[in-house]
């Protein structure tokens, strides 16, 4: 079969298929773990830095990190490829790749890629992420519809050697319905600070006009929702936000409105403002001025983030 160099190969079939050394060390391709070559011009996707990791890691499966984002979660960047092994002995030293050893890891092929499964991958990660970030990925997993509340269940049961206490936290604020990682990191600051738990995706108006909440207390009528950046770059989504508070205002709603400053530089000061809110119509929740430290460990302030959006 004559050699694609769109798709991982090893830099000795290159040779064999009539490459010079010179072209296989030069521009024309990606020099991958030492001995991968790909064509340059392919973006090193994680699926496909997988694919040339499974090149040289025997009988390896895509793990972590790297599984995560090929399933379409959520998860703080890394500089790392990961893999996993089930023996010690099939895991290799390269520049960028990092073995893993986990006889037990539950793994699915996709695509001709083997790689954990979402469920999995949630349980290898809760080694190494905080509870926000854990409880991010698993919900971003259950948008992607790559993974269900079933299944994660079932995975985090059938745990081998015990669950770490991360993961046990995390599986009691898994929430399918949040339909983006910045509103899960909303919702948690608010819980987390003791308030009660939104309504997530709530829907109110009628036949003319209707319309999802991100974060809702229905019966107070008050929301609270993330926006981005791209809500004021988008003239048009600008246009339909402004029509939409006009809607909500008209009918005795309250909303809430936060920027990524809001939730990574003030977080304690978001949640009091969140509280007061509440407060005005009618639910007092007593939260003390300054933040606990359960709360500061899993959301500490970071000034020098409050100013961006």
Same mark, same amino acid.
């Given at each position: 079969m004559p050699?694609? &160099?769109t798709?991982?190969?090893?830099r !000795?079939?290159g040779l064999?298929?009539g490459l010079?050394?010179?072209?296989l @060390?030069?521009p024309?391709f990606?020099?991958?773990?030492?001995? %991968?070559r790909?064509?340059?011009?392919v *973006?090193?996707t994680?699926?496909?830095?997988?694919?040339?990791?499974?090149?040289?890691v025997?009988r390896?499966?895509v793990s972590?990190h790297?599984?995560?984002? %090929?399933?379409g979660g959520?998860?703080?960047?890394t500089?790392?490829?990961h893999v996993? #092994?089930?023996?010690?002995?099939?895991?290799?030293?390269r #520049?960028?790749?990092?073995?893993h #050893?986990n006889?037990?890891? #539950? %793994?699915?092929?996709?695509?001709?890629?083997?790689?954990?499964t979402?469920?999995?991958?949630?349980l290898?990660?809760? =080694?190494?992420?905080?509870?926000?970030?854990l409880?991010?990925l698993?919900?971003?997993l259950?948008?992607?519809r790559?993974?269900?509340p079933?299944?994660?269940e079932?995975?985090?049961?059938a745990?081998?050697g015990g669950? *770490?206490?991360?993961?046990?936290l995390? =599986?009691t604020?898994? =929430?399918?319905g949040?339909?983006?990682?910045?509103?899960?990191?909303a919702?948690?600051?608010?819980?987390?600070?003791?308030?009660?738990?939104?309504?997530? !995706?709530?829907?109110?108006?009628?036949?003319?006009? $209707?319309?999802?909440?991100d974060?809702?207390? &229905?019966?107070?009528r008050?929301?609270?929702?993330y926006?981005?950046?791209?809500?004021?770059?988008?003239? =048009?989504?600008w246009?339909? @936000?402004?029509?939409?508070?006009?809607w909500?205002?008209?009918r005795?709603?309250?909303l809430?409105?936060l920027?990524?400053g809001?939730?990574?530089?003030?977080?304690?000061?978001t949640a009091?403002?969140v509280?007061?809110?509440?407060?005005?119509?009618?639910?007092?929740?007593? $939260?003390?001025?300054?933040?606990?430290a359960?709360?500061a460990?899993?959301?500490?302030? !970071?000034?020098?983030?409050a100013?961006?959006?």
């Amino acid at each position: 079969m004559p050699l694609d &160099p769109t798709r991982p190969f090893l830099r !000795q079939a290159g040779l064999r298929a009539g490459l010079t050394k010179h072209e296989l @060390d030069g521009p024309r391709f990606h020099t991958v773990f030492g001995s %991968v070559r790909l064509a340059s011009d392919v *973006p090193l996707t994680p699926e496909v830095l997988g694919r040339c990791a499974s090149l040289v890691v025997p009988r390896c499966a895509v793990s972590r990190h790297t599984a995560a984002e %090929v399933w379409g979660g959520a998860v703080p960047p890394t500089a790392w490829t990961h893999v996993s #092994v089930a023996r010690a002995e099939d895991r290799r030293a390269r #520049v960028g790749l990092r073995c893993h #050893v986990n006889p037990s890891a #539950v %793994v699915r092929s996709r695509a001709g890629l083997r790689l954990t499964t979402p469920a999995q991958t949630v349980l290898d990660l809760s =080694r190494g992420l905080s509870l926000v970030d854990l409880t991010v990925l698993a919900d971003s997993l259950l948008h992607r519809r790559v993974l269900t509340p079933a299944e994660l269940e079932q995975r985090l049961d059938a745990c081998q050697g015990g669950l *770490p206490r991360v993961a046990s936290l995390a =599986r009691t604020l898994v =929430r399918p319905g949040a339909e983006s990682p910045m509103e899960t990191r909303a919702r948690l600051l608010l819980v987390l600070a003791g308030l009660p738990e939104p309504v997530l !995706q709530h829907e109110v108006g009628d036949v003319r006009h $209707l319309f999802r909440l991100d974060l809702a207390y &229905p019966e107070l009528r008050v929301a609270v929702e993330y926006d981005g950046r791209h809500h004021a770059q988008d003239a =048009r989504q600008w246009g339909r @936000d402004l029509g939409r508070r006009e809607w909500l205002d008209g009918r005795g709603w309250r909303l809430v409105v936060l920027r990524s400053g809001d939730v990574y530089g003030t977080p304690w000061a978001t949640a009091l403002r969140v509280a007061g809110v509440l407060a005005e119509r009618g639910l007092v929740t007593g $939260l003390p001025a300054h933040p606990p430290a359960t709360f500061a460990a899993h959301f500490p302030e !970071q000034p020098w983030r409050a100013a961006r959006p």
